[in-house]
């Protein structure tokens, strides 16, 4: 094989002038020359040149991979070259038997020399160059070497040796030597060519992955600290940038415990919803009725995140809401309203409400838990406290009967919204009102209130609550296919006559017996519970919705300086987020620039490996991406780990935010790949 170089310069000075080398296959060839001849010169030249065939070098300055032992090393090389050989042997002749667990940097400058010596003879290439390899050997040493050396070229392998060694030149098939900046042939042996690059073995990368991991838990201390630290400081720059929005759930659940999250929104005139000194007043009978548009419009308004009809009436001892007539007149149709209590399918007692009850719904999914007293885990009747206390005096029973107990309750259905009624003193106006039929409905209690609320706010004493659900069912078997008009005449109002006429007046009548019309429409929802996305936006809804004409009644107690006080904690956590991803990114920096020359060290013992720098890319993508899904799985483990702590110590589920999650990713994504990569890329391109 003919070794072919350029002109080679120590800076402008040219030291050894071009030519070439014949490497015969089979032989050992030596080039001497005094020391500064350029031997080291000409032999780093070949080692980067040489592509003809697969080369194994043994330089001067050894070059290892830091964190690895000799035994990774040299078990390292026969996976990469599928090498069947045993190199206990060759180790035990070099005496490397007792330094195998130990790493590069715990070896003396032989020691290090002996075993890259064995790294290099054990490759499996075709042509061995060795520079100065017996340099600074004893005799014993020195002879170990030759005996390695000529098993080479037994094997039918060219080896290249840079030496002023005597005793390998002795041994040597050829012998060329650098003269006055000359390369001279002394001796030469018969020629030959390598096999060549067709016949090259391609070493396998597919175990380089796996090493690169172990020599990371290799490096030194104070590396492996700092990434400790920077790995920490990831974790606890997503919980920074969650700790606001827990600090902000913590604040919502105490004031869920204090106030409903709830606003029931409405239409009215105004002489019926605001008291005399502005108070809004939700009277539960005159609201108007709102249309898809404005409920749409409800729902639109920022932070709100439902909107749900609602229906509430005042319950008294008339069944039909066109028996109210303006106030002075007479008011007939009395129709007891009675509760009945049952124990085991019998019948406990009955109850009659003289000065009847309200009746409301709720929502099972937007229960005001902070509303509830003693909840008996029964879908169905919830009762005020007064309420509960009634019937247990009159009936004869205990709170824990009633936890066991089903109530039969007479039961408002709305069938129509009426307009044409009357209402006020000395100057009435016409309102809105429910058209309603009654029913029964027999459900369980779910239980006592502490008071009269339950989200809805309420100060009267008989007051019970049924699932939204149970109407919904009454009101389907009631529903009204169209629209009425009813006429009321003056006899009807002064109980002269029960006769009420329906869309039309019967023959013999005019509008002049007809005290009023009411205008009934198949019944549209009047009122509306609001549920924010968060209970301290409760004051920015309720102005919006002011501010589109809407009156609002709510339990909120609004605390400024509490919401203040969160939000400030809220945004020095996210700027200690900041601080901390910044830190991670610039201590990442550091550590790599810190490795740079060990990394390039690494690129050079792979190089002479016989990787391309294209391979060393590949195989340090594969090993960033596993140590990037690593972390990325250690970091899951360990916020998971610390939200169930949070769980358990305040009695509140946590968990990890989307954003959190995407944060960590990002940061790890950066820390253990994008910024690796683009030192790789700027180191080997």
């Not at 390292?76 to 599928?82: K, S």
């Not at 969160?566 to 901390?580: E, Q, T």
């Not at 090993?623 to 169930?644: D, G, H, R, S, T």
Request: proline share 3%; with cysteine; glycine share 6%.
């Amino acid at each position: 094989m003919i070794l072919k170089y350029d002109h080679l310069k120590y800076g402008d000075r040219v030291i050894l002038q071009a030519g070439e080398i014949s490497v015969p296959e089979g032989c050992i060839t030596v080039v001497s020359g005094e020391s500064g001849s350029g031997k080291s010169t000409l032999f780093r030249y070949l080692e980067g040149n040489v592509k003809s065939c697969r080369i194994s070098t043994c330089p001067q300055v050894p070059v290892f991979m830091e964190g690895l032992t000799i035994r990774d090393h040299l078990e390292m090389i026969r996976n990469v070259f599928h090498l069947d050989r045993d190199y206990s042997e060759d180790a035990e002749l070099l005496d490397l038997t007792n330094v195998m667990d130990r790493t590069p940097a715990q070896l003396s400058g032989g020691e290090q020399k002996r075993a890259a010596f064995l790294m290099c003879v054990m490759q499996r290439a075709y042509l061995y160059m060795m520079d100065e390899p017996t340099a600074s050997l004893n005799e014993e040493y020195g002879d170990k070497y030759i005996q390695l050396i000529e098993r080479l070229k037994e094997e039918g392998k060219s080896v290249l040796v840079f030496t002023h060694d005597e005793s390998l030149m002795d041994r040597a098939d050829c012998h060329d030597a650098i003269e006055e900046g000359k390369l001279v042939t002394l001796r030469s042996g018969s020629a030959g060519s390598l096999p060549g690059k067709k016949e090259s073995v391609k070493p396998d990368d597919s175990c380089i992955p796996a090493y690169l991991s172990k020599a990371e838990k290799g490096q030194k201390k104070y590396i492996r600290l700092i990434s400790g630290l920077l790995v920490l400081c990831i974790l606890l720059c997503a919980f920074f940038y969650g700790y606001g929005d827990i600090v902000h759930k913590a604040q919502e659940s105490a004031l869920r415990k204090i106030t409903s999250d709830e606003i029931v929104a409405f239409k009215n005139d105004p002489s019926c919803a605001l008291t005399e000194n502005g108070d809004v007043f939700y009277t539960m009978t005159s609201e108007y009725p709102l249309s898809e548009e404005e409920i749409a419009e409800m729902a639109s308004i920022d932070h709100v995140s439902s909107v749900e009809w609602r229906f509430d009436v005042d319950v008294s001892v008339y069944s039909d809401y066109i028996n109210y007539a303006a106030e002075g007149f007479e008011l007939h149709g009395y129709i007891p309203y009675e509760l009945t209590l049952y124990m085991n399918d019998t019948e406990k007692g009955k109850v009659e409400m003289q000065d009847g009850y309200k009746q409301c719904t709720y929502l099972k999914d937007h229960k005001s838990e902070k509303d509830i007293a003693v909840d008996f885990s029964n879908d169905g009747i919830y009762l005020s406290a007064q309420l509960a206390e009634y019937l247990e005096t009159e009936l004869g029973v205990s709170e824990e009967d009633l936890g066991s107990a089903e109530l039969e309750i007479t039961v408002d259905v709305p069938v129509y919204n009426s307009y044409g009624r009357y209402e006020g003193g000395s100057d009435f106006i016409t309102i809105w009102t429910p058209e309603v039929e009654r029913d029964t409905l027999r459900l369980p209690v779910g239980g006592i209130l502490r008071e009269s609320s339950f989200g809805l706010v309420d100060y009267s004493a008989y007051v019970l609550y049924i699932e939204r659900s149970d109407l919904e069912g009454l009101m389907a078997e009631h529903r009204k296919s169209e629209g009425r008009k009813v006429y009321v005449s003056y006899d009807y109002v002064y109980g002269e006559d029960d006769q009420l006429y329906f869309n039309e007046l019967p023959d013999g009548y005019n509008m002049e017996n007809i005290a009023r019309v009411v205008e009934e429409q198949v019944y549209q929802p009047t009122a509306f519970s609001v549920f924010p996305d968060a209970v301290e936006n409760i004051p920015a809804i309720t102005e919006a919705l002011e501010e589109k004409g809407y009156y609002s009644v709510s339990s909120y107690i609004e605390n400024s300086s509490v919401s203040t006080g969160v939000g400030s904690v809220r945004k020095s956590f996210l700027y200690a987020a900041a601080g901390l991803g910044t830190l991670v990114l610039l201590g990442r920096l550091v550590i790599l620039m810190l490795r740079k020359k060990e990394e390039k060290e690494k690129d050079e013992y792979f190089r002479k490996l016989g990787f391309t720098n294209e391979d060393i890319l590949k195989f340090r993508n594969t090993f960033c991406l596993k140590n990037c899904l690593k972390l990325l799985v250690f970091c899951a483990a360990a916020l998971a780990v610390l939200y169930m702590i949070l769980t358990m110590a305040l009695h509140e589920t946590f968990i990890p935010s989307v954003s959190e999650i995407i944060l960590v990713i990002v940061l790890v994504v950066l820390y253990s790949y994008v910024l690796v990569k683009i030192f790789d890329r700027v180191r080997l391109c």
